[in-house]
């Protein structure tokens, strides 16, 4: 099993940046780590992706140069910085993990979940 714990979220206003954070625990095996977002009355969307070992990312089109996916291998923690921030980008981002290294952007791939923190963006 893999334990997934996400810290970071808040309110800002518009331009400003946050960075969330995903700590990983357990003795499971995981290759790709992952964001993922959902507003209210919508879907979850994939928004970054960070394959192990490798470093391989994958992004969200329209997020790519606003948000950037890392890994600290030291402290086994996964983070989102997230820059410039619109009204648009509010929503509750879960933190996602998968027991293979392709990094696939359907919340249905992954089978390890955090349980979320809210991000809220004022206009």
């Known amino acids: 099993q893999v334990q997934l714990v996400e810290s970071g979220g808040g309110y800002v206003q518009a331009g400003r940046s946050l960075r969330l954070s995903c700590a990983v625990s357990?003795?499971?095996?995981?290759?790709?780590s992952a964001w993922f977002r959902q507003a209210p009355g919508k879907g979850r969307e994939f928004v970054a992706g960070?394959?192990?070992?490798?470093?391989?990312?994958a992004y969200a089109e329209l997020l790519k140069g606003r948000f950037t996916i890392s890994r600290d291998s030291a402290t086994n923690t996964f983070h989102l910085q997230m820059n410039n921030l619109r009204p648009e980008d509010s929503a509750v981002y879960y933190c996602?993990?998968?027991?293979?290294?392709?990094?696939?952007?359907?919340?249905?791939?992954?089978?390890?979940w955090g349980q979320g923190t809210q991000v809220t963006v004022s206009s």
């Open positions: 960070f394959s192990s070992p490798g470093g391989r990312t």
């Open positions: 357990g003795r499971g095996l995981y290759y790709v």
């Open positions: 996602a993990a998968r027991d293979n290294p392709a990094i696939l952007f359907t919340d249905a791939n992954y089978i390890y």
